[in-house]
């Protein structure tokens, strides 16, 4: 079993910052992939960003070169590191995990557990 608690969402204006944290508990494989997941009202589910147990990255092309997904191992802790923020980047954003799974992915189907959410508002 994986447990993962999401935290530091919050409210900002467009252009600022904001650094997500997933803290991990439980047992997680050698090998997995981690990702961040975003719904916002009415839409479905979108894979923002993914790290395997290589720190391999992938990126959704609404992100790229704004957001930054990382891992602290010795932590424990997975980070999104979001800049230049924008109104559309309104959303609850998940954190999800995917044991054996050795490449990052994007697609929900792939993970097996999820954190409870963080809002995130970004105003115009």
């Known amino acids: 079993q994986v447990q993962l608690v999401e935290s530091g969402g919050g409210s900002v204006q467009s252009g600022g910052s904001l650094r997500l944290s997933c803290a991990t508990s439980g047992y997680l494989t050698e090998s997995y992939s981690m990702a961040w997941f975003r719904q916002a009202p009415g839409k479905e589910r979108e894979g923002v960003a993914s790290?395997?147990?290589?720190?391999?990255?992938r990126y959704a092309a609404s992100v790229k070169g704004r957001f930054t997904i990382s891992q602290d191992k010795a932590k424990n802790t997975l980070y999104l590191q979001m800049n230049s923020l924008k109104p559309d980047d309104t959303a609850m954003y998940y954190c999800?995990?995917?044991?054996?799974?050795?490449?990052?992915?994007?697609?929900?189907?792939?993970?097996?557990?999820w954190g409870q959410g963080t809002q995130v508002t970004v105003s115009p």
């Open positions: 999800a995990a995917a044991p054996q799974v050795n490449t990052p992915s994007l697609w929900p189907g792939a993970f097996g557990y």
């Open positions: 790290i395997d147990s290589y720190s391999s990255t």
